[in-house]
C-alpha cells in the first residue's frame, strides 16, 4: 500500500480544511499549529443510513445543477447527515461537520467532488455551525462587498464574472457565509473561481473554450480568478436580489425592510434544518442584515453583451 | 376578542417593518410599518379598539377607518393562521 500523502490544509467561507484528498478550486495553505481545524475531509466509504436515519425536507438550496439530493439525519448520532446525490456522489457529516467523508465512484473525479463540497455540502455545514449562509455571490469593489443573490439561472455568476472583467475582484460563488464583525456585516471570501455555463462563457468571452471546464464529466466551465481575489472577510455595501433576465436596460428597485428580510429568506434554508430555536435566530439574524444594507431587486437586461451596463448600474448601488 | 401569536411564529422587526415566520408550515410574511405597529401591539395583548384609537392618533385618520383597517389586517393574520383567538 503506498503511503499516505500528507493532508492539505486550506481556508474557505471561514473555515480551516485539512484534507486528505487535495480539492481542486482551493490554494492549499501552509500548516498553521494555531489555527484550529474546523473540518477534517477524508475519502471512504459511506452507506445509507437506511432505518437508523430520517429523511430531511426537499431543499433546493442542498442541490447541484440537476443532480437533486436526499438527506438523511442519523436519529441516534447527533449531528449527523449522509447526503446522497442523483449521480451517485455520496457525503457523511459526522460532529455537524467536523469531519466529512466523501465517496464517489469513476467516472465521477475529485474534480465533481469539489464542486458538490464547496457548494452544498459546506453551505450545509456552516448553517449547522450557527452561520447565516445566502445562496449569493459575492464580488469586491474598492473594498465594499456586492452580493449577487438568486436562484440557479438568475445571473449571480454571469454577472460576478462581468464585474470582474470591470476590474472588481472575486469574494465567492455562489456560498455567501455572512458574519458580523462588530455590527458590520462581512461576507467569507470562498475561493478563486466564478463557474460559468457555457452560454455565458461564450456571451462573456466570445468563446466557451478560452476557458478551462470544471470538470470532464461537466459542462460548466470557470474564470480563474487567482490574482484578483480577497483573502480577508469583505464588509457587504449592498445586496442585489436578481429576479431573472427582462427586455431593455436593468431595473433596479430598493426593497423596503420587511421585502429585503422575505427575499433574503427564500435565499436560505431558515425552515429546513433546524429546530425552533435555530430558526428564530436565522430569522432574526436576517432582519439584522436587511435593516443594516440596502437590499434591491435587479431585473438583468436580456442582451449578455449589454452587462456591463448593469455592471455600472450595479456598481452605483455601493455606498 | 382577545388574539395571541400561534405557536411556532417567530417575528422580527426590520426597521419599522416586520417579517414573520411560520415554522410548523414554513411559510413566511412581511408587514409594512402600521402592520408592524399593529402586530406588536397584539403580541402585547392589546384590544384591537385600543390599537385603532392609537394608529389613527398617530396617522392622524379617524377611528373607525382605523378599526375597518385593524380588522381587516387581524382576519388576514387569522386566516394565514399566525394569530388565534384566545379561549376564556
Known amino acids: 500500500m503506498p503511503p499516505a500523502a500528507a493532508p492539505e490544509h486550506y481556508l474557505v467561507y471561514g473555515l480551516a480544511l485539512r484534507s486528505s484528498v487535495a480539492i481542486e478550486g482551493l490554494e492549499a495553505i501552509p500548516f498553521d499549529t494555531s489555527r484550529v481545524i474546523d473540518c477534517d475531509v477524508i475519502r471512504g466509504e459511506i452507506s445509507s443510513l437506511g432505518t437508523r436515519g430520517s429523511l430531511l ?5 442542498d442541490e447541484v445543477g440537476e443532480a437533486t439530493v436526499t438527506v438523511e ?3 441516534d448520532e447527533r449531528g449527523t447527515f449522509v447526503f446522497t446525490y442523483r449521480d451517485g456522489m455520496r457525503f457523511r457529516l459526522e460532529g455537524n461537520g467536523s469531519r466529512i467523508t466523501a465517496a464517489w465512484d469513476p467516472p465521477a473525479t475529485a474534480a465533481d467532488m469539489a464542486t458538490y463540497l464547496l457548494g452544498p455540502v459546506l453551505a450545509f455545514v456552516l448553517r449547522l455551525r450557527g452561520n447565516l449562509v445566502l445562496h449569493a455571490s459575492a464580488v469586491d469593489c474598492d473594498g465594499r462587498a456586492l452580493l449577487l443573490c438568486g436562484t ?3 445571473g449571480k455568476s454571469t454577472t460576478a464574472a462581468a464585474f470582474l472583467n470591470s476590474g472588481a475582484n472575486a469574494i465567492t460563488d455562489d456560498v455567501s457565509a455572512i458574519v458580523w464583525r462588530g455590527a458590520v456585516p462581512h461576507v467569507e471570501p470562498g475561493y478563486p473561481r466564478v463557474r460559468l455555463w457555457s452560454d455565458s462563457a461564450a456571451g462573456l468571452y466570445g468563446d466557451a473554450e478560452t476557458l478551462p471546464r470544471l470538470s470532464e464529466t461537466w459542462e460548466k466551465r470557470f474564470v ?3 490574482g484578483r481575489f480577497v483573502r480577508d472577510a469583505v464588509p457587504i455595501g449592498a445586496i442585489a436580489v436578481l429576479a431573472g433576465r427582462e427586455p431593455g436596460p436593468p431595473r433596479i428597485r430598493r426593497l423596503s425592510g420587511h421585502e429585503a428580510a422575505m427575499s433574503l429568506l427564500v435565499r436560505t434554508s431558515a425552515v429546513h434544518l433546524a429546530d425552533e430555536a435555530t430558526q428564530g435566530n436565522e430569522l432574526s439574524r436576517i432582519a439584522t442584515l436587511a435593516a443594516a444594507v440596502p437590499v434591491f431587486a435587479v431585473s438583468l437586461g436580456d442582451d ?3 452587462l456591463s451596463t448593469s455592471v455600472n448600474a450595479l456598481r452605483e448601488l455601493l455606498p | 376578542m382577545k388574539l395571541r401569536i400561534a405557536s411556532g411564529v417567530v417575528f422580527n422587526q ?4 416586520l417579517v414573520l415566520l411560520d415554522l ?3 411559510v413566511y410574511f412581511g408587514l409594512d410599518a402600521i402592520g408592524a405597529r399593529i402586530w406588536q401591539a397584539l403580541a402585547e395583548g392589546v384590544e384591537e379598539g385600543e390599537i385603532a384609537n392609537a394608529i ?3 396617522y392622524e385618520t379617524n377611528s373607525e377607518t382605523a378599526l375597518e383597517d385593524v380588522r381587516r389586517l387581524i382576519a388576514e393574520l387569522r386566516e394565514a393562521g399566525v394569530v388565534e383567538d384566545v379561549e376564556r
Open chain 2, 14 to 17: 426590520v426597521g419599522e417593518e
Open chain 1, 304 to 306: 449578455l453583451a449589454a
Open chain 1, 224 to 226: 480563474d480568478a487567482r
Open chain 1, 57 to 61: 425536507p426537499r431543499d433546493p438550496l
Open chain 1, 152 to 154: 440557479s439561472g438568475a
Open chain 2, 56 to 58: 389613527a392618533a398617530e
Open chain 2, 24 to 26: 410548523n408550515r414554513g
Open chain 1, 73 to 75: 439525519q442519523s436519529r
